[in-house]
């Protein structure tokens, strides 16, 4: 039996589930259901594993990671971001963001359900899975950095709020700064993790595939220059002792770094990494 009836099934039925998960956060935030804060997790955690299972069956039906255009990486993004948030949950036990977090991810799929179509004219190294697997894992990490900052985000207006004595409606739902602050946690050091998996993928594995592979490719050192930031900050935090709102300027100002970075680097300078 083939897989790609399967593949395609799952394509179109992708979106229609993120619409379903979205709308249940949604409820639950602006309307407060209570009823409704018991299925939340268990359907994003079943959500995950669809989608999981979607690019896995995807990459046996058609013998490549799903990294091969834009649209297919659209859904690695979409699942990073299910991923990552499902993670930052779980740990934290705070569900109350997950209605913006997830409304990206449902944005993200459904844009890739509607374009997404096989390539069969791609070069050799895009069958591999162990590039597909360094991808992946840099997608997740850089997903995650971005929670990291749209938590701090949150924590610093939900801050300036409570100074002035004026909270809205939203910020009155959203967790209080201890958590906001925790989750930003929690999703710096995923992101931190999922960015070294990528940086040690990269660089025992891909001078045997690439023929123009460099230690200096301007992406591999933006991404291991990131990595190390990171890396330092984590440590000062834990060291020094610091937390609260400083922490989250820290957080903002790193992720302000790293799309900075990487924005020069995707516009105006290439290496081997422009394959995809």
Known sequence: MTLQPVVLALSVLLPLLYAALVAVYGLSFFRDLP?????????????VIVHLAYLALRS????????????????????SIAVGYAYIELRTKASATGFFILLLAFGFQTVSS????????IPTYLHSTVLGFHVSAALLGYTAI?????????????????????????YARLPNLETL????????????????????????WLPRVFSRF???????????????LYAL????????????????????????????????????????????
């Not at 804060?37 to 079943?46: F, I, Q, S």
């Not at 990294?67 to 690695?76: G, K, L, P, Q, R």
């Not at 509607?114 to 004219?121: K, N, T, Y």
């Open 60 to 79: 046996a039906a058609f013998d490549h990671p799903p990294i091969t255009s834009v649209f297919e990486i659209m859904s690695v993004l979409a699942a």
């Open 233 to 276: 900050a984590l440590g000062a935090k834990r060291r020094l002792g610091w937390q609260g709102r400083r922490t989250m300027i820290i957080t903002l100002v790193a992720f302000g770094f790293v799309f900075l970075s990487m924005t020069v680097i995707n516009l105006y300078l290439s290496g081997f990494h422009s394959f995809h």
């Open 114 to 121: 509607l374009f997404i179509r096989d390539r069969s004219d």
């Open 146 to 170: 971005s929670l990291s900052a749209a938590y701090g985000f949150l924590y610093l207006m939900l801050y300036r709020e409570i100074k002035s004595s004026r909270i809205g409606q939203i």
């Open 35 to 47: 009823r409704l804060e018991a299925t939340k997790t268990p359907a994003l955690v079943a959500l």
């Open 214 to 228: 460099s230690y200096w490719d301007p992406k591999l050192v933006a991404t291991v220059v990131i990595w190390s």
């Open 181 to 204: 602050e925790m989750m930003s946690h929690r999703a710096e050091v995923f992101g931190f993790v999922a960015l070294g998996v990528a940086i040690v993928i990269g660089v025992l």
